[in-house]
């Protein structure tokens, strides 16, 4: 057999295989496993779903998302459960990955499950909200990509403020308390990226201040040398990230290499520790972030979280967590206040709920959005702490 | 010129380590023919093996990656066992039998070191040469150095050992080698050993350059691959050149094309491809099933 012809045929042959194994997956939700799966009914457990990327590049916010929620259901199941149910969390792992992200909500809703924890990432949201909307299946997202909420689903919830709440108090921050206008940006072109990018950009027009230099990276991206000798000659005294975790890391990191000074700044990513050792500690020094979770010494309440996180995991907590705590109490306390409805009497019990968490004040508007504040922390020793 | 001479150096240090990947696919495609769809993850693996010995025992960094080099190695001598019923049975089934080895080694290092990942600080931690206002990293030379010591030290084992020559022989012409004695499926043992060293060697040394995670070997197959196929497939110095060729251009994409950096390398490639489907040093391409 000739070369050519032959790799057609193993091609046409993967594509076969690969189809079927598709089939498969698609296939296989557990036939028979639940047999009161089209019941919401009123016994046995309260189901309810947590998805997220629990394999991939954007593992460690599924991994930390779903300590926090888990943390909180089973503090309620300790004390009892809802109307004498206990509460039973599934996790899916849509891999980081729309497409997957799509299937585990066709299943969700054919499994009975009346409510959903996550996703962390927007992009994935953003897919699986239709099914969710027209399955009535309220959903706490962890994403912060004002996307979502121009979605305008009456069963979207947000755990945390949206990249403009972010952004704004970041640039409100920079350029009025600090007096800084020389400043440039470095954002991927992913859903959180794009986001970002369009938030900043907004709130640095607001104040008539156009970035020196728009450096726009992929996703992928593993060498910034290009990017960052642009942002180099401008010579910009504060650097903006629009990017996750490892790649903010790798970009401070070459940046630093390239002999780049200027501060970098930040939402989220920005306060991880996933973020600080792939840079280094020290060339994250001085980091600007606008988080709503400043640290796990803030008030009473963070400091009782930050102790329970630790004894049940070993290991510090963070901004993640915090967020899937809160979003997992506000669904716990609604489920409880509505005498655990379903559909769209649960969503509006989502909506009326109020709560005063380790974020802040939570109060959901028309949009799914509960919260409007994050405060600036400087990243000092490796640890954030309240800018001055 | 500066921001040319900088893009070029930081794709030529990157490119370096997809050389390394381009070289492994590459060996063992000319040995066998076969193309090894889970080389990408033994590089995931030889990263976390390195980065294991570095951080964890606390070993020096070189030894580390000698160390992970031997345990990927016999990773490959394991996949070569499995698949060598196949060898001139179903071509096909042994390919398929590479995708799926390279599943389940992401399968095993989420189970192993969870799927979070960990950062690697960098071995040399010397600040970066300046040479007219163009930053080199000494980490990159150090990466640059092992990458032609390695190749050095291949073509001298290829073409001065007696292995090396019946490995060449086997390349040329499975049936005629067999003929005069050799045995090849030892020679094949040896080859997906050494692509597994390499590939431990390329993770160790991409360790502190980016960050390793389970998913890892997804890029660096991917550009690997496209290095391996540039240069000319199954060629050791194609192999070389194309992985830095790979590397450089997607330093340039990125600095001109920003977010559509990707489509423009990919681009790029497909029509170097169409134009000379043999790649760069094509002519010596290896062609066997």
Redesign the interface.
């Known amino acids: ?1 000739s ?1 050519t012809s ?1 790799s057609r ?2 091609w046409s ?2 594509a076969v ?1 690969a189809a079927a194994a598709l089939l498969a997956v698609a296939g296989c939700s557990a036939p028979g496993a639940d047999k009161d799966s089209t019941g919401k009914n009123s016994s046995g457990p309260i189901k309810i779903a947590i998805i997220d ?5 954007l ?2 916010l ?2 930390w998302e779903l300590k926090g929620a888990k943390l909180a259901v089973e503090e309620w199941n300790k004390a009892g459960g809802i109307s004498g149910r206990q509460i039973q969390l599934d996790v899916f792992d849509d891999q980081g990955d729309p497409t997957v992200g799509t299937n585990l909500a066709r299943k969700i809703a054919s499994e009975g499950y009346i409510a959903m924890i996550g996703t962390a990432e927007s992009a994935v949201t953003i897919a699986m909200a239709p099914i969710l909307q027209q399955n009535q299946i309220p959903n706490i997202a962890s994403g912060q990509s004002p996307g979502m909420v121009a979605l305008k689903s009456p069963f979207l919830f947000l755990n945390g403020p949206t990249s403009t709440t972010y952004d704004e108090t970041l640039a409100k921050y920079i350029v009025e308390t600090k007096g800084v206008k020389n400043i440039a940006m470095i954002t ?2 992913g859903s959180y990226g794009k986001g970002e990018h369009d938030a900043f950009t907004k709130a640095l027009a607001a104040r008539s201040i156009t970035p020196v230099a728009d ?4 996703t ?8 960052l ?2 942002i180099r ?1 401008k010579n910009p005294q504060i650097i903006f990230l629009g990017a996750e975790e ?1 790649e903010s ?2 970009i401070v990191k ?1 940046a630093r ?3 780049i000074t200027a501060t970098f700044a930040g939402a989220a990513p920005q306060g991880t520790p ?1 973020f600080r ?2 840079a ?1 500690v020290t060339a994250v020094e001085g980091t600007l972030v606008s988080t709503p979770y400043m640290s796990n010494d803030l008030n009473d309440k963070t400091k009782a979280f930050a102790a329970a996180y630790k004894a049940a995991y070993n290991e510090d907590a963070e901004l993640h967590g915090a967020k899937a705590y809160d979003g997992a109490q506000i669904l716990l306390n609604a489920l409880k206040s509505s005498n655990v409805a379903t559909g769209k009497a649960l969503a509006d019990a989502i909506r009326a709920t109020k709560r005063d968490g380790l974020l802040g004040s939570f109060a959901y508007d028309g949009t799914g959005v509960g919260i409007f504040a994050t405060t600036i922390g400087t990243i000092t020793g490796g640890k954030l702490v309240p800018a001055s | 010129m500066q921001i040319f001479f900088q893009t070029l150096i930081g794709g030529v240090s990157l490119g370096a380590v997809y050389a390394l990947v381009a070289l492994g696919f590459s060996l063992v495609y000319r040995t066998m023919g076969l193309v090894n769809f889970s080389h990408g993850n033994v590089v995931m693996i030889g990263a976390y093996m390195a980065s294991t010995f570095y951080l964890t025992a606390k070993l020096p960094f070189a030894l580390a990656t000698v160390i992970a080099m031997a345990v990927t190695g016999l990773i490959g001598v394991i996949i070569e066992r499995v698949l060598r019923p196949l060898e001139n049975k179903d071509f096909d089934l042994m390919l398929i039998g590479t995708i799926g080895f390279g599943i389940v080694l992401e399968a095993l290092a989420t189970l192993v070191w969870g799927a979070t990942g960990r950062a690697v600080p960098s071995p040399v931690p010397a600040a970066p040469l300046d040479l007219f206002g163009i930053k080199v990293r000494t980490y990159d030379l150090v990466v640059l150095a092992i990458a032609a010591a390695a190749t050095a030290l291949l073509m001298l084992f290829l073409q001065r050992t007696k292995r090396g020559a019946a490995m060449q022989a086997v390349a040329m012409d499975h049936e005629a080698a067999t003929a005069v004695g050799i045995h090849v499926g030892r020679s094949n043992a040896i080859a997906f050993v050494l692509g597994a060293a390499l590939a431990a060697l390329a993770g160790s040394l991409v360790g502190p350059l980016l960050y390793v995670s389970p998913t890892m070997g997804g890029t660096l197959g991917i550009k690997g691959f496209a290095g391996a196929i540039l240069g000319g497939f199954g060629s050791i110095p194609g192999a070389i050149a194309g992985g830095i060729a790979i590397g450089v251009l997607d330093s340039f994409a990125a600095g001109h094309f920003q977010g559509y950096s990707e489509l423009v390398t990919f681009l790029v490639f497909t029509i170097l491809i169409v134009i000379r489907p043999t790649g760069i040093f094509g002519e010596r391409t290896v062609n066997r099933a």
Request: hydrophobic residues 35%; without cysteine; aromatic residues 4%.
């Open positions: 057999m070369r032959l045929t193993l042959r993967f295989t990327a629990q394999s991939g590049q593992s460690s599924g991994a991927n072109n450096q726009v990276v992929t992928d991206q593993k060498d910034f040398s290009a990017a000798t642009t000659q490892v890391g790798l070459q290499d390239l002999g996933v050792d792939t280094g």
